[in-house]
């Protein structure tokens, strides 16, 4: 058996958050990954370069959960609004 650790096929939660909350949700990612849970977060998972858009919406489409991380800066955004949008959607 190979050491190295797969990740599952769908990620457990996706985290949609405003830029500003970044400290804390790579505090919340980290521990969430510390309890098993494969967590799509944008700080790691969109390479430079990449269609970032494109990106996130696949993210929140393959996710089992997604989880909005609350604050002013979260209601006042508008990327944030559409990964919502785009979560119920689906």
């Not at 457990?12 to 967590?39: H, I, N, Q």
């Not at 998972?45 to 970032?52: E, M, N, P, S, T």
């Not at 609350?70 to 944030?80: G, M, R, T, W």
């Given at each position: ?66 989880v909005p991380v609350l604050s002013p800066d979260f ?16």
């Amino acid at each position: 058996m190979s050491s190295v650790e797969r990740k599952p096929l769908r990620p457990d939660v996706f985290l949609s958050y405003a830029r500003r909350d970044a400290t804390f949700v790579r505090r919340l990612a980290d521990a969430l990954e510390g309890l098993g849970k494969d967590v799509w977060v944008d700080l790691d998972d969109i390479r430079k370069g990449a269609d970032w858009h494109a990106k996130m919406l696949a993210g929140v489409e393959s996710a089992r959960v997604v989880v909005p991380v609350l604050s002013p800066d979260f209601a006042a955004s508008e990327p944030c609004d559409e990964e919502v949008a785009h979560a119920l959607a689906h």
